[in-house]
Protein backbone atom coordinates (compact mmCIF):
# COMPACT_ATOMS: atom_id res chain seq x y z
CA UNK A 1 0.00 0.00 0.00
CA UNK A 2 1.49 3.43 -1.01
CA UNK A 3 2.71 5.67 1.44
CA UNK A 4 0.63 8.93 2.60
CA UNK A 5 2.15 12.14 1.73
CA UNK A 6 0.06 13.88 4.23
CA UNK A 7 3.28 14.61 6.64
CA UNK A 8 4.55 18.01 6.38
CA UNK A 9 7.25 19.76 8.93
CA UNK A 10 5.64 22.38 10.93
CA UNK A 11 7.11 25.75 11.42
CA UNK A 12 7.86 27.19 14.55
CA UNK A 13 9.37 29.41 15.59
CA UNK A 14 9.79 33.52 15.17
CA UNK A 15 9.66 34.67 11.13
CA UNK A 16 13.02 34.77 9.89
CA UNK A 17 14.56 32.32 12.27
CA UNK A 18 12.28 29.54 12.03
CA UNK A 19 12.39 26.05 13.94
CA UNK A 20 10.38 22.91 12.73
CA UNK A 21 8.94 20.17 15.11
CA UNK A 22 8.88 16.39 13.73
CA UNK A 23 5.25 15.31 12.82
CA UNK A 24 4.43 11.68 11.97
CA UNK A 25 4.53 11.11 8.27
CA UNK A 26 1.32 9.90 8.07
CA UNK A 27 -1.14 9.89 10.89
CA UNK A 28 -2.57 6.56 9.73
CA UNK A 29 0.18 4.53 8.28
CA UNK A 30 -0.73 1.16 6.47
CA UNK A 31 -0.18 -2.49 8.04
CA UNK A 32 3.33 -3.05 7.24
CA UNK A 33 4.02 -6.48 5.71
CA UNK A 34 6.95 -7.08 7.72
CA UNK A 35 6.62 -7.56 11.64
CA UNK A 36 7.68 -5.20 14.55
CA UNK A 37 10.98 -6.12 15.28
CA UNK A 38 9.66 -6.28 19.64
CA UNK A 39 6.77 -8.73 18.40
CA UNK A 40 6.21 -11.99 17.53
CA UNK A 41 5.53 -12.34 13.51
CA UNK A 42 2.09 -14.38 13.82
CA UNK A 43 0.80 -12.38 16.32
CA UNK A 44 1.67 -8.75 15.06
CA UNK A 45 -0.14 -10.21 11.68
CA UNK A 46 -3.07 -11.42 13.79
CA UNK A 47 -3.34 -7.93 15.83
CA UNK A 48 -2.93 -5.31 13.44
CA UNK A 49 -6.04 -3.76 12.16
CA UNK A 50 -6.98 -3.17 8.42
CA UNK A 51 -6.76 0.70 7.99
CA UNK A 52 -8.45 2.23 4.68
CA UNK A 53 -5.88 4.42 2.64
CA UNK A 54 -5.36 8.14 4.03
CA UNK A 55 -6.51 8.89 0.33
CA UNK A 56 -9.85 7.59 0.61
CA UNK A 57 -10.39 9.32 3.87
CA UNK A 58 -9.28 12.44 4.17
CA UNK A 59 -10.55 14.45 1.23
CA UNK A 60 -8.45 16.61 -1.10
CA UNK A 61 -10.13 20.17 -0.07
CA UNK A 62 -10.02 18.89 4.01
CA UNK A 63 -6.10 18.45 3.77
CA UNK A 64 -5.38 21.92 1.47
CA UNK A 65 -7.98 23.52 4.22
CA UNK A 66 -5.70 22.17 7.18
CA UNK A 67 -2.58 22.90 5.15
CA UNK A 68 -3.85 26.67 4.97
CA UNK A 69 -4.68 26.82 8.41
CA UNK A 70 -1.76 25.23 10.26
CA UNK A 71 0.72 27.36 7.31
CA UNK A 72 -0.96 30.87 7.55
CA UNK A 73 -3.57 30.72 10.64
CA UNK A 74 -2.07 28.94 13.35
CA UNK A 75 0.33 31.16 15.34
CA UNK A 76 3.22 28.57 16.98
CA UNK A 77 3.08 28.28 20.87
CA UNK A 78 7.33 29.37 20.55
CA UNK A 79 6.46 33.00 18.78
CA UNK A 80 6.00 36.11 20.57
CA UNK A 81 2.53 36.82 18.87
CA UNK A 82 3.74 41.11 19.18
CA UNK A 83 6.83 40.89 17.11
CA UNK A 84 4.86 39.53 14.42
CA UNK A 85 2.33 42.51 14.46
CA UNK A 86 5.49 44.75 13.83
CA UNK A 87 6.55 42.72 11.26
CA UNK A 88 3.00 42.89 9.70
CA UNK A 89 2.30 46.35 9.84
CA UNK A 90 5.80 46.84 8.49
CA UNK A 91 5.04 45.35 5.48
CA UNK A 92 1.79 46.78 5.10
CA UNK A 93 3.18 50.51 5.46
CA UNK A 94 5.93 49.54 3.43
CA UNK A 95 2.82 48.94 0.19
CA UNK A 96 1.25 52.16 0.72
CA UNK A 97 4.16 54.23 0.83
CA UNK A 98 5.49 52.42 -2.39
CA UNK A 99 1.84 52.74 -3.90
CA UNK A 100 1.78 56.81 -3.30
CA UNK A 101 5.36 56.75 -4.79
CA UNK A 102 4.54 54.95 -7.95
CA UNK A 103 1.33 57.06 -8.23
CA UNK A 104 3.42 59.98 -7.96
CA UNK A 105 2.19 61.44 -5.39
CA UNK A 106 5.90 62.78 -4.27
CA UNK A 107 6.19 64.10 -8.21
CA UNK A 108 7.37 67.60 -8.18
CA UNK A 109 4.80 68.49 -10.43
CA UNK A 110 2.52 67.08 -8.35
CA UNK A 111 3.24 68.53 -5.13
CA UNK A 112 3.71 72.39 -7.28
CA UNK A 113 -0.32 71.30 -8.51
CA UNK A 114 -1.62 70.40 -4.90
CA UNK A 115 -2.42 67.16 -6.47
CA UNK A 116 -2.52 63.65 -4.24
CA UNK A 117 -1.98 65.85 -1.23
CA UNK A 118 -4.20 63.37 1.35
CA UNK A 119 -2.26 60.53 0.05
CA UNK A 120 0.90 62.45 0.58
CA UNK A 121 0.29 63.46 3.93
CA UNK A 122 -0.98 59.97 5.03
CA UNK A 123 2.33 58.05 3.12
CA UNK A 124 5.10 60.96 3.72
CA UNK A 125 6.07 58.99 6.95
CA UNK A 126 5.69 55.57 5.89
CA UNK A 127 8.56 55.16 4.36
CA UNK A 128 10.11 53.97 7.53
CA UNK A 129 8.28 50.01 7.29
CA UNK A 130 11.44 49.17 5.35
CA UNK A 131 13.43 50.28 8.99
CA UNK A 132 10.87 48.56 11.07
CA UNK A 133 11.36 45.55 9.55
CA UNK A 134 15.50 46.02 9.34
CA UNK A 135 15.55 46.44 13.12
CA UNK A 136 13.31 43.19 13.20
CA UNK A 137 15.57 41.24 11.30
CA UNK A 138 18.66 42.17 13.28
CA UNK A 139 17.28 41.23 16.52
CA UNK A 140 15.77 37.63 15.20
CA UNK A 141 19.08 36.59 13.27
CA UNK A 142 20.94 38.03 16.15
CA UNK A 143 19.46 35.99 18.57
CA UNK A 144 19.45 33.00 16.83
CA UNK A 145 23.54 33.52 16.63
CA UNK A 146 23.98 34.95 20.17
CA UNK A 147 21.53 32.39 21.70
CA UNK A 148 24.03 29.84 19.86
CA UNK A 149 27.57 31.15 21.43
CA UNK A 150 25.71 31.50 24.20
CA UNK A 151 24.23 28.58 25.88
CA UNK A 152 26.30 26.25 23.63
CA UNK A 153 30.00 28.20 23.05
CA UNK A 154 29.65 27.32 19.20
CA UNK A 155 28.21 29.22 16.02
CA UNK A 156 26.57 26.16 13.92
CA UNK A 157 27.48 28.16 10.99
CA UNK A 158 26.27 25.36 8.45
CA UNK A 159 22.96 25.36 10.30
CA UNK A 160 22.43 29.16 10.02
CA UNK A 161 23.16 29.66 6.36
CA UNK A 162 21.07 26.85 5.42
CA UNK A 163 18.41 28.07 7.24
CA UNK A 164 18.84 31.38 5.66
CA UNK A 165 19.83 30.52 2.05
CA UNK A 166 16.24 28.78 2.37
CA UNK A 167 14.22 31.28 3.64
CA UNK A 168 15.21 33.85 1.50
CA UNK A 169 16.74 32.41 -1.91
CA UNK A 170 13.53 30.40 -3.42
CA UNK A 171 10.96 33.55 -3.41
CA UNK A 172 13.38 36.22 -3.98
CA UNK A 173 15.18 34.00 -7.52
CA UNK A 174 11.56 33.03 -8.75
CA UNK A 175 10.28 36.86 -8.71
CA UNK A 176 13.35 37.92 -10.31
CA UNK A 177 13.48 35.35 -12.97
CA UNK A 178 9.62 35.49 -13.63
CA UNK A 179 10.05 39.39 -14.06
CA UNK A 180 13.08 39.13 -16.64
CA UNK A 181 11.54 35.96 -18.77
CA UNK A 182 7.81 36.38 -18.82
CA UNK A 183 7.16 39.72 -17.14
CA UNK A 184 9.22 42.06 -19.23
CA UNK A 185 8.92 40.42 -22.38
CA UNK A 186 5.42 40.43 -22.46
CA UNK A 187 4.05 43.17 -20.46
CA UNK A 188 7.65 45.42 -20.27
CA UNK A 189 5.97 48.50 -23.23
CA UNK A 190 2.21 48.04 -22.20
CA UNK A 191 0.19 50.51 -20.09
CA UNK A 192 2.21 51.66 -17.01
CA UNK A 193 5.07 49.23 -16.78
CA UNK A 194 7.56 51.38 -18.72
CA UNK A 195 7.52 53.63 -15.62
CA UNK A 196 8.04 50.70 -13.47
CA UNK A 197 11.14 49.91 -15.49
CA UNK A 198 11.85 53.54 -15.77
CA UNK A 199 11.44 53.11 -19.80
CA UNK A 200 14.14 50.94 -20.36
CA UNK A 201 14.10 48.01 -22.58
CA UNK A 202 14.51 44.55 -22.37
CA UNK A 203 18.46 44.11 -23.26
CA UNK A 204 19.33 46.89 -21.17
CA UNK A 205 17.55 45.23 -18.24
CA UNK A 206 18.78 42.05 -18.50
CA UNK A 207 22.14 43.04 -19.19
CA UNK A 208 21.86 44.86 -15.81
CA UNK A 209 19.76 41.85 -13.94
CA UNK A 210 23.54 40.33 -12.60
CA UNK A 211 23.50 42.99 -9.76
CA UNK A 212 20.18 41.28 -8.83
CA UNK A 213 21.26 38.32 -8.67
CA UNK A 214 23.91 38.91 -6.70
CA UNK A 215 22.63 41.08 -4.13
CA UNK A 216 24.54 43.98 -5.21
CA UNK A 217 22.01 46.23 -6.71
CA UNK A 218 21.93 48.36 -4.00
CA UNK A 219 25.07 49.98 -4.75
CA UNK A 220 24.12 50.54 -8.45
CA UNK A 221 23.52 54.25 -9.65
CA UNK A 222 19.74 54.64 -8.59
CA UNK A 223 19.20 56.59 -11.97
CA UNK A 224 20.01 53.09 -13.49
CA UNK A 225 17.06 51.28 -14.57
CA UNK A 226 16.53 48.13 -12.67
CA UNK A 227 14.51 44.89 -12.68
CA UNK A 228 13.53 45.35 -9.16
CA UNK A 229 14.25 48.92 -7.56
CA UNK A 230 12.45 48.15 -4.36
CA UNK A 231 14.82 45.16 -4.03
CA UNK A 232 17.40 47.56 -2.52
CA UNK A 233 16.87 46.45 0.42
CA UNK A 234 16.97 42.92 0.38
CA UNK A 235 20.62 43.22 -0.99
CA UNK A 236 21.34 44.96 2.33
CA UNK A 237 19.55 42.45 4.11
CA UNK A 238 21.40 39.30 2.28
CA UNK A 239 24.57 41.32 2.89
CA UNK A 240 23.73 41.82 6.61
CA UNK A 241 23.02 38.01 6.86
CA UNK A 242 27.25 37.44 5.52
CA UNK A 243 28.43 40.05 8.12
CA UNK A 244 27.04 39.88 11.29
CA UNK A 245 28.02 36.01 12.35
CA UNK A 246 31.61 37.07 11.68
CA UNK A 247 30.79 40.00 14.10
CA UNK A 248 28.75 38.11 16.91
CA UNK A 249 31.66 35.73 16.96
CA UNK A 250 34.12 38.39 18.04
CA UNK A 251 31.96 39.95 20.20
CA UNK A 252 31.97 36.48 22.05
CA UNK A 253 35.60 36.31 22.01
CA UNK A 254 35.74 39.50 24.24
CA UNK A 255 35.38 38.12 27.91
CA UNK A 256 35.38 42.00 29.41
CA UNK A 257 31.78 43.58 29.50
CA UNK A 258 32.94 47.05 28.47
CA UNK A 259 34.66 45.72 25.30
CA UNK A 260 31.77 44.00 24.74
CA UNK A 261 29.25 46.82 25.11
CA UNK A 262 32.15 49.19 23.00
CA UNK A 263 31.58 47.07 19.67
CA UNK A 264 28.34 46.57 20.32
CA UNK A 265 28.11 50.64 20.27
CA UNK A 266 30.64 51.14 17.74
CA UNK A 267 28.27 48.38 15.46
CA UNK A 268 25.07 50.92 16.04
CA UNK A 269 27.35 54.28 15.85
CA UNK A 270 29.61 53.95 12.70
CA UNK A 271 26.91 53.89 10.14
CA UNK A 272 25.64 56.85 12.01
CA UNK A 273 29.24 58.72 12.01
CA UNK A 274 29.15 57.88 8.38
CA UNK A 275 26.26 59.52 7.06
CA UNK A 276 27.05 62.86 9.55
CA UNK A 277 30.25 62.61 7.84
CA UNK A 278 28.99 62.80 4.31
CA UNK A 279 26.71 65.86 4.73
CA UNK A 280 29.11 67.59 6.48
CA UNK A 281 30.98 67.32 3.04
CA UNK A 282 27.43 68.32 1.21
CA UNK A 283 24.91 69.93 3.69
CA UNK A 284 22.46 70.01 0.29
CA UNK A 285 22.60 66.06 0.27
CA UNK A 286 19.25 64.43 0.05
CA UNK A 287 18.31 60.94 1.27
CA UNK A 288 17.69 59.61 -1.70
CA UNK A 289 20.99 60.83 -3.83
CA UNK A 290 22.39 57.12 -3.26
CA UNK A 291 23.07 57.49 0.42
CA UNK A 292 19.80 55.55 1.18
CA UNK A 293 20.41 52.11 -0.64
CA UNK A 294 24.06 52.23 0.60
CA UNK A 295 24.15 49.03 3.43
CA UNK A 296 27.14 50.84 5.15
CA UNK A 297 24.82 53.73 5.80
CA UNK A 298 21.87 51.79 6.94
CA UNK A 299 23.41 48.86 9.51
CA UNK A 300 23.00 50.92 12.21
CA UNK A 301 19.48 49.93 12.70
CA UNK A 302 19.76 46.29 11.54
CA UNK A 303 22.77 46.83 14.53
CA UNK A 304 20.17 48.03 16.91
CA UNK A 305 18.59 45.03 17.19
CA UNK A 306 21.62 42.68 17.29
CA UNK A 307 22.42 45.07 20.74
CA UNK A 308 18.75 44.03 21.37
CA UNK A 309 19.27 40.58 20.66
CA UNK A 310 22.63 39.99 22.59
CA UNK A 311 20.82 41.45 25.77
CA UNK A 312 18.29 39.44 25.43
CA UNK A 313 20.26 36.39 25.46
CA UNK A 314 22.97 36.71 27.95
CA UNK A 315 21.20 39.71 30.14
CA UNK A 316 17.78 38.93 30.29
CA UNK A 317 16.85 39.09 33.90
CA UNK A 318 18.48 42.10 33.90
CA UNK A 319 16.94 43.25 30.84
CA UNK A 320 13.42 41.93 32.56
CA UNK A 321 14.00 43.86 35.62
CA UNK A 322 14.25 47.03 33.67
CA UNK A 323 11.71 46.71 31.48
CA UNK A 324 9.55 46.11 34.96
CA UNK A 325 10.98 49.13 35.94
CA UNK A 326 9.96 51.15 32.86
CA UNK A 327 6.50 49.84 32.48
CA UNK A 328 4.22 50.52 29.77
CA UNK A 329 6.67 54.03 28.84
CA UNK A 330 8.92 52.18 27.23
CA UNK A 331 5.72 51.10 24.46
CA UNK A 332 4.96 54.55 24.45
CA UNK A 333 8.66 55.96 23.78
CA UNK A 334 9.17 53.78 21.07
CA UNK A 335 6.30 54.61 19.66
CA UNK A 336 7.01 58.66 20.45
CA UNK A 337 10.31 57.95 18.16
CA UNK A 338 7.73 56.51 15.56
CA UNK A 339 6.07 59.80 15.08
CA UNK A 340 8.90 62.10 15.43
CA UNK A 341 9.92 60.71 12.28
CA UNK A 342 7.11 60.62 10.93
CA UNK A 343 6.33 64.73 11.62
CA UNK A 344 9.74 65.56 10.72
CA UNK A 345 11.20 63.58 8.76
CA UNK A 346 11.18 62.04 5.49
CA UNK A 347 13.43 60.48 2.22
CA UNK A 348 12.36 63.83 0.16
CA UNK A 349 13.55 66.00 2.66
CA UNK A 350 16.93 67.61 3.35
CA UNK A 351 18.89 68.99 6.47
CA UNK A 352 20.90 67.07 9.32
CA UNK A 353 18.04 65.25 10.89
CA UNK A 354 16.79 63.91 7.65
CA UNK A 355 19.87 62.53 6.25
CA UNK A 356 21.81 61.78 9.93
CA UNK A 357 19.13 61.43 12.60
CA UNK A 358 16.05 59.86 11.56
CA UNK A 359 17.12 55.91 10.60
CA UNK A 360 18.35 55.84 13.90
CA UNK A 361 15.54 57.27 15.57
CA UNK A 362 13.00 55.14 13.99
CA UNK A 363 15.68 52.00 14.79
CA UNK A 364 15.89 53.26 18.65
CA UNK A 365 12.37 53.47 19.07
CA UNK A 366 11.95 49.73 17.21
CA UNK A 367 14.49 48.63 19.50
CA UNK A 368 12.18 49.75 22.74
CA UNK A 369 9.25 48.06 20.90
CA UNK A 370 10.94 45.12 20.92
CA UNK A 371 11.96 45.28 23.94
CA UNK A 372 8.61 46.13 25.43
CA UNK A 373 7.33 43.10 23.61
CA UNK A 374 9.12 40.54 24.71
CA UNK A 375 8.27 41.27 28.42
CA UNK A 376 5.36 43.36 28.93
CA UNK A 377 1.99 43.13 28.42
CA UNK A 378 -0.42 45.89 27.83
CA UNK A 379 -2.38 47.58 25.12
CA UNK A 380 0.38 48.19 22.88
CA UNK A 381 1.50 44.66 23.12
CA UNK A 382 -2.18 43.25 22.59
CA UNK A 383 -2.46 45.46 19.33
CA UNK A 384 0.86 44.36 17.98
CA UNK A 385 0.10 40.19 19.49
CA UNK A 386 -3.44 40.20 17.63
CA UNK A 387 -4.29 37.25 16.19
CA UNK A 388 -5.22 39.38 12.52
CA UNK A 389 -1.32 40.37 11.92
CA UNK A 390 -0.01 36.86 11.95
CA UNK A 391 -1.31 35.86 9.19
CA UNK A 392 0.20 38.85 6.89
CA UNK A 393 3.40 38.67 8.83
CA UNK A 394 3.61 34.58 7.53
CA UNK A 395 3.52 36.44 3.84
CA UNK A 396 5.24 39.77 4.55
CA UNK A 397 8.41 38.71 2.40
CA UNK A 398 6.35 37.78 -0.86
CA UNK A 399 3.74 40.88 0.01
CA UNK A 400 7.21 43.16 -0.21
CA UNK A 401 8.05 41.13 -3.16
CA UNK A 402 5.33 41.21 -5.54
CA UNK A 403 3.57 44.32 -4.86
CA UNK A 404 4.90 46.68 -7.44
CA UNK A 405 4.05 44.28 -9.95
CA UNK A 406 0.31 44.31 -9.08
CA UNK A 407 0.30 47.74 -8.89
CA UNK A 408 1.56 48.42 -11.88
CA UNK A 409 -0.92 45.41 -13.39
CA UNK A 410 -3.87 47.04 -12.11
CA UNK A 411 -2.55 51.07 -12.96
CA UNK A 412 -2.26 49.06 -16.66
CA UNK A 413 -5.35 47.83 -16.46
CA UNK A 414 -7.30 50.82 -15.61
CA UNK A 415 -5.48 52.94 -18.25
CA UNK A 416 -6.60 50.39 -20.81
CA UNK A 417 -10.21 50.74 -19.62
CA UNK A 418 -10.33 54.55 -20.23
CA UNK A 419 -12.82 55.19 -18.09
CA UNK A 420 -13.26 58.38 -16.41
CA UNK A 421 -12.29 58.52 -12.64
CA UNK A 422 -15.40 61.18 -11.11
CA UNK A 423 -14.39 60.46 -7.57
CA UNK A 424 -11.25 62.25 -7.47
CA UNK A 425 -7.30 60.96 -7.38
CA UNK A 426 -7.46 60.73 -3.76
CA UNK A 427 -10.47 57.71 -3.83
CA UNK A 428 -8.44 56.57 -6.73
CA UNK A 429 -5.17 56.27 -4.74
CA UNK A 430 -7.32 54.67 -1.95
CA UNK A 431 -8.83 52.16 -4.24
CA UNK A 432 -5.57 51.01 -6.15
CA UNK A 433 -3.69 50.70 -2.72
CA UNK A 434 -7.13 48.11 -1.21
CA UNK A 435 -6.79 46.84 -4.73
CA UNK A 436 -2.91 46.03 -4.66
CA UNK A 437 -3.51 44.80 -0.98
CA UNK A 438 -5.87 42.43 -1.37
CA UNK A 439 -4.51 40.69 -4.53
CA UNK A 440 -0.68 40.57 -3.65
CA UNK A 441 -1.91 39.09 -0.13
CA UNK A 442 -3.82 36.40 -2.15
CA UNK A 443 -0.37 35.84 -4.61
CA UNK A 444 1.58 36.06 -1.53
CA UNK A 445 0.06 33.38 0.41
CA UNK A 446 -0.44 31.02 -2.79
CA UNK A 447 3.55 31.71 -3.04
CA UNK A 448 3.99 30.67 0.81
CA UNK A 449 2.17 27.51 1.12
CA UNK A 450 3.67 26.13 -2.76
CA UNK A 451 6.67 27.56 -2.87
CA UNK A 452 8.35 29.02 0.50
CA UNK A 453 7.14 26.58 2.83
CA UNK A 454 8.31 24.04 1.33
CA UNK A 455 11.87 25.04 0.63
CA UNK A 456 11.53 26.04 4.61
CA UNK A 457 10.53 22.63 5.05
CA UNK A 458 13.56 21.24 3.48
CA UNK A 459 15.86 23.75 4.55
CA UNK A 460 14.78 22.78 8.33
CA UNK A 461 15.79 19.13 7.38
CA UNK A 462 18.88 19.92 6.44
CA UNK A 463 19.93 22.09 9.36
CA UNK A 464 18.42 19.66 11.42
CA UNK A 465 21.47 17.07 10.18
CA UNK A 466 23.89 19.72 10.89
CA UNK A 467 23.10 19.17 14.54
CA UNK A 468 21.97 16.01 14.97
CA UNK A 469 24.76 13.83 16.64
CA UNK A 470 24.84 9.92 14.19
CA UNK A 471 24.12 7.70 16.23
CA UNK A 472 27.03 4.33 17.45
CA UNK A 473 26.94 1.07 15.64
CA UNK A 474 25.53 -1.65 17.25
CA UNK A 475 27.32 -4.21 19.18
CA UNK A 476 26.19 -7.03 17.47
CA UNK A 477 22.64 -8.50 15.57
CA UNK A 478 19.44 -8.07 17.67
CA UNK A 479 16.91 -10.38 17.21
CA UNK A 480 12.97 -9.34 17.65
CA UNK A 481 11.77 -10.51 21.10
CA UNK A 482 8.56 -12.70 20.96
Not at 211 to 225: C, G, I, K, Q, W
Not at 276 to 304: C, I, K, T, W
Not at 436 to 442: D, I, P
Amino acid sequence: MPRSPAGRDAARGPAGGLQFDRLRDDPWPAPSRRPSPRRCPRRTRALLPRVPPYESTRPVSSSLRRRLRADLVERPKTSVPALDGIRALGSVIVLVFHCAVFCGAFHAQAIESGRFAVPRAIAAGLWSGVDILFVLSGFLIGRILATSLHAKGALQLGRYVVRRAFRILPAYYLVLTLALFALVPLAGRRGAFPLLFQFAGYDELRAGAWTSYLFVSNYEDPARPSLMPWGWSVCVEWQFYVLVPLFVWALFQLQSAVARGALLAAGATLPVAGRAFQFARDPELRVLDGLYYYSHNRFDELMVGVVVAYLFAVHRDALERWVGRAGSALGVAGLSCWALVWTLGGVHETGAFAVVAQFSVVAIGTGLLIVHALFREDAITRFFAHGAWYPLSRISYGTYLLHPFVLFGLMSAYFAAGRPNPLGEDALFAGLTLATFAVTSLLAAAMFVAWERPFLDWGGRLADRERRPRAAAPDGPSRPAC
